[in-house]
């Protein structure tokens, strides 16, 4: 008895080529998110510095000493909400003061920019 050869595919070909194509296409969307998470986070990271560096360049126009101790102000940048807390540290040398700007998102900090200020 002779067996006719056929073109079609198995039920179990079929199966493991989905199972292939679907692992390749999670795959994808895991590195799509990822991607689109890191885009969200830098523009956050963005938005924070320049937060920062407004307040620390509002310290320097004041052409005055910082004060030592903490203040907190707010800063909207591209309707996104942050908050700058600037932190006076005194140093060794009574002329320079130690400014540490810290920018949170709600309780997340995101980034700390630290400068030294001296008399003018």
Do not use: W
């Not at 067996?3 to 079609?8: A, T």
């Amino acid at each position: 008895m002779k067996r006719s050869s056929s073109l079609g595919f198995t039920l179990i070909e079929v199966l493991v080529a989905l199972a292939i194509v679907s692992i390749a296409l999670m795959a994808g969307s895991q590195a799509t998110t990822a991607l689109t998470r890191n885009a969200m986070r830098q523009s956050d990271i963005f938005l924070a510095q320049l937060c920062a560096e407004n307040e620390l360049i509002k310290l320097r126009l004041a052409k005055q000493m910082p004060a030592v101790g903490e203040s907190t102000q707010t800063c909207d940048q591209a309707a996104e909400h942050f908050s700058v807390t600037l932190s006076g540290q005194a140093t060794p040398n009574p002329n320079f003061v130690r400014v540490v700007a810290q920018v949170f998102q709600g309780n997340t900090p995101l980034l700390q920019l630290s400068t030294v200020m001296g008399r003018y």
